[in-house]
C-alpha cells in the first residue's frame, strides 16, 4: 500500500485502509472501433493506472474521495442509483448499481481513488476507475464474480448508466493486461490470446493531443449506429451477425447492398481494420515491426479517410512520425476525436523525437502536446 495514500485515507476517513487494489489505463496498438463490431482488438494494459484504497465503515454509507478531483460523493445504501451529473463518481456509482442488479449485497465503504492517467484522453480512465471499483468490492464483499464477470459489468456500466454504447476491448484490457504483452482479443467470442510484445531497441510512445474533448461521445454512438445500419443493409444477403463476420474480399462484393456512401465508407473501415490486426498479431509475433509500422500508418489513414474520427491534432502527430525515420509507426489510439496517438519510436532517440514533436505540434495547433515514454503493465490486481 503506498504511504502517502494509505495516511491521506487516515486523514479523510479516522480510520487505516484495509486493502488496495490497482487498475491500469490501456492503449489499443491496432483494431479501432473494432470492438462494437465483433471483430479482433490488440490493446495493452498500461502502467498508469488508479489506485484505490478502501475500508469498511459502521455508517453503511458509501463514500467517494478522489485526490484528483474536488467533487465528492457520500450515499447510503439505496435500492439503485441513477447517473447524478457528469462527475468521476459516477463511474464507481455505476458499478455498485451493478452489484446491485445482481443482488449482491455490499456494504457501507470508504473509498480513496488516486489516478494518473490523464482524464478524457483515450487512455481509458474510466475503464480503469470502473474496474478497480469491481474488483475492490468483488473481493471486499466476496461477491464471487469472475474477471471476465467484472469487464463485462464494467461495459455494462458504460452502455447503460454512463450512456456509452461502447464494447469491451477496454475493460477487457484493464482486467487482463500482462506485463510486456498485448492481448488479441476476439470481441464476438471473447476467446483471446496473449501476444508478446518485444518491441526491440523501440519504445511506444503515447502522445496526448491535450484537445479539450468535446462531444465525443455523442459522435462515438454515431459512429455505432453508422455500424449497425450498414449491417441491416448487409443481411439482406448475408446471414452475419456482425460486420467484422466478413472480410475485405466478401465486402467489396457485397458492397452496393449499402444505401448510404458514408455509412459504406465507415464499414469499409472495419471490415479492414479487422484484417489488418490479424496481419499485426502475427508480424508483431515474428518481430517484423517495419510491417507492424506500416498497419499503424494504415490503420490512421483509414480513421482519417473513411471512419472520420481523426481530426488535425492527431493527423499533425502522425503527419510528424512519418517524416522520422527513427519511428516506425504511429496511429490515433482508442476512440480519437482528440485523445492519444501512439508511436513506434527508436529508444535512442526518445528524447529528440519528443522535442522535436512538441515544437512542430505547437507551432501547427496552437497548444502543446505530451509525450509519455509508457510500459505496458499488469491488469488489475490488490496491491
Ligand atoms: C473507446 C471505447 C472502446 C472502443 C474504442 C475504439 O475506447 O470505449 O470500446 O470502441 O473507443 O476502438
Keep these: 500500500m503506498k504511504p502517502d495514500l494509505q495516511q491521506k485515507f487516515s486523514e479523510l476517513f479516522g480510520q487505516p485502509a484495509t486493502a488496495a487494489f490497482f487498475a491500469p489505463g490501456r492503449v489499443n496498438l491496432i483494431g479501432e472501433h473494432i470492438d462494437y463490431n465483433g471483430g479482433l482488438v490488440l490493446p495493452c494494459a498500461i502502467t498508469f493506472g488508479t489506485d484505490l484504497l478502501v475500508a469498511e465503515n459502521k455508517e453503511g454509507i458509501f463514500r467517494f474521495r478522489s485526490l484528483d478531483f474536488d467533487e465528492q460523493l457520500d450515499i447510503p445504501l439505496l ?89 469491451i476491448m477496454d475493460q477487457f484490457a ?34 496526448n493531443t491535450n484537445k479539450p474533448r468535446q462531444l465525443s461521445e455523442s459522435k462515438y454512438n ?54 489488418r490486426v490479424k496481419e499485426a498479431t502475427q508480424v ?15 490503420s490512421h489513414a483509414s480513421l482519417k479517410d473513411l471512419y472520420e474520427v481523426t481530426g488535425v491534432e492527431l493527423d499533425t502527430i502522425v503527419d510528424f512520425c512519418k517524416t522520422q525515420q527513427t519511428v516506425a509507426g504511429a496511429r490515433m489510439t482508442g476512440a480519437g ?17 519528443s522535442k522535436n514533436l512538441t515544437k512542430f505540434y505547437t507551432e501547427k495547433v496552437g497548444y502543446e502536446c505530451a509525450v509519455y515514454n509508457s510500459l ?8
Excluded at 480512465?125 to 464471487?144: D, P, R
Excluded at 444477403?237 to 458492397?255: H, S
Design 222 to 275: 454515431e459512429r455505432v449506429a453508422e455500424c449497425q445500419t450498414a449491417l441491416k443493409d448487409l443481411q439482406k444477403e448475408l446471414k452475419i451477425a456482425n460486420l467484422c463476420a466478413i472480410d475485405t474480399a466478401t465486402f467489396n462484393k457485397y458492397e452496393h447492398l449499402i444505401e448510404n456512401d458514408v455509412v459504406k465508407k465507415r464499414a469499409r473501415h472495419v471490415i479492414e481494420e479487422n484484417d
Design 337 to 353: 476525436f482528440g485523445g492519444c496517438a501512439i508511436a513506434l519510436v527508436k529508444h535512442d532517440a526518445f528524447d529528440e523525437f
Design 79 to 167: 435500492e439503485a442509483y441513477t447517473k447524478n451529473g457528469g462527475d468521476w463518481f459516477n463511474y464507481p456509482l455505476g458499478v455498485m448499481q451493478q452489484f446491485l442488479g445482481h443482488k449482491k449485497s455490499i456494504k457501507g465503504l470508504d473509498m480513496l481513488f488516486k489516478g494518473d492517467v490523464p482524464v478524457a484522453s483515450g487512455l481509458s480512465s474510466s475503464a480503469s476507475i470502473e474496474i478497480v471499483t469491481a474488483f475492490a468490492l468483488n473481493e471486499t464483499f466476496n461477491s464471487g464474480f469472475t474477471k471476465l464477470e467484472l469487464a463485462q459489468l464494467g461495459k455494462k456500466v458504460e452502455n447503460d448508466f454512463i450512456g456509452v454504447n461502447s464494447g
Design 376 to 383: 505496458i503493465g499488469n491488469g488489475v490486481k490488490r496491491v
Design 284 to 298: 508483431l509475433a515474428s518481430g517484423d515491426l517495419t510491417r507492424f509500422g506500416q498497419l499503424l500508418y494504415a
Design 174 to 207: 484493464v482486467a487482463f493486461g500482462e506485463k510486456e504483452k498485448a492481448i488479441e482479443l476476439n470481441c464476438d467470442t471473447l476467446n483471446y490470446k496473449i501476444v508478446d510484445c518485444k518491441l526491440q531497441d523501440y519504445v511506444l510512445a503515447i502522445i
